[in-house]
């Protein structure tokens, strides 16, 4: 609370210098921009290395003013959808905004007045949600010495610091490195920075899977809404096959997988039933229609041989089945 009220008083009793720059070139908007990035996430129950890909997929037009929007994508070693964001971003008179921000293509978090970056040097934090750089740093990123603008972004719930964003941007390549403490409601850091080795990927649209990553020689991914608000992510292995084709056969099982899930996940539950019948001496036994509601698909892998891998409860089942819509094998 009270470093809060530190910042504000140190804002209120400042005077902004202006900088010599124009903040726009800090933040590229363009349609078609992307950049690759590398990082890692913990906390005080887990560590993980992530790849994150930042683009640019498109521009809107909100009271005849462009505004871009942006996804950032974070994939685990894997090169599988962990988690997925849409900031919208705009020039203004003052600098840049950010509109608002979309997670996993549902939450969406609305802002009552933009967020702008302002070509200014002032402490602290503006009332209506401005912030502005607190210094110019030099930054030895892959064996190139960058001059970048450090930006120090606070939240608070209540009077309390929620977290702290810190990215480093450099002119003409947008943000170059980027971290984030999370203090409420638990304790957080993650961090990314342009990739040493850039994978190469790129992204595509379909009109049935959405936006998908291209890894070269090793398919695409991507998230889907299979149901209502129930995202899984899903994989495309072509192997040998064309990527047109693999994309129809994908597309061909996926429908098969959806109209058939209510099947699958019955004979799913039996399987379970029958093991834990066998194995359990708990004297409350449950029963199929536990298990069947119990069971929730996260992710689909539709492999070269024809054949489908469903995961269910985090990968804690995985299921095996042909492109009929058949359960040929469950591992547990």
């Keep these: 609370m009270f470093k809060k009220y530190f910042n504000q008083i140190l ?6 210098k202006e900088l010599d720059f124009d903040v726009q070139d800090y933040f590229p908007l363009e349609k078609g921009w992307f950049a690759e990035y590398e990082g890692t996430f913990s906390s005080k129950e887990e560590q993980y290395p992530f790849h994150c890909f930042i683009e640019n997929i498109d521009q809107v037009y909100q009271k005849d003013s462009p505004v871009s ?11 599988g959808v962990m988690y997925e964001a849409e900031a919208y971003f705009s020039y203004s008179d003052s600098g840049v905004d950010e509109q608002k921000r979309v997670h996993n293509r549902e939450n969406e978090v609305f802002q009552f007045v933009p967020s702008t970056y302002i070509g ?8 209506n949600q401005v912030f502005v750089y607190q210094s110019f740093q030099h930054l030895s990123l892959n064996g190139d010495n960058l001059r970048c603008l450090k930006v120090r972004k606070e939240f608070f719930s209540g009077n309390s610091m929620e977290r702290v964003e810190i990215l480093y941007l450099s002119k003409g390549k947008g943000v170059v490195k980027y971290i ?4 409420k409601p638990f304790k957080f850091k993650l961090c990314y920075q342009l990739s040493k080795e850039p994978v190469g990927y790129r992204s595509i649209q ?10 070269p020689k090793k398919g695409l991914s991507g998230q889907i809404e299979i149901f209502p608000n129930h995202v899984v992510s899903i994989s495309i292995h072509n192997g040998d096959q064309s990527l047109e084709d693999a994309i129809t056969e994908a597309e061909s099982r996926f429908q098969t997988l959806r109209s058939k899930d209510q099947k699958i996940r019955y004979h799913i ?3 379970l039933l029958k093991r ?7 004297p409350i036994q449950l029963g199929a229609q536990d298990y069947f509601t119990g069971l929730s698909l996260t992710g689909i892998r539709f492999q070269e041989d024809g054949l489908i891998k469903a995961f269910y409860n985090d990968h804690l089942l995985t299921a095996l089945i042909d492109q009929d819509g058949t359960l040929l094998k469950l591992v547990w």
């Design 11 to 16: 804002f209120y009793c400042s005077t902004a």
């Design 69 to 79: 929007i942006q996804s950032r994508t974070y994939l685990n070693e894997e090169r």
């Design 120 to 127: 200014k040097y002032a402490k602290g934090q503006y009332a």
């Design 180 to 183: 984030e403490v999370g203090h």
């Design 206 to 215: 379909h009109p049935t899977f959405g936006r998908l990553f291209l890894y």
């Design 269 to 271: 539950a039996r399987k």
């Design 276 to 282: 834990d019948r066998h194995s359990s001496d708990d």
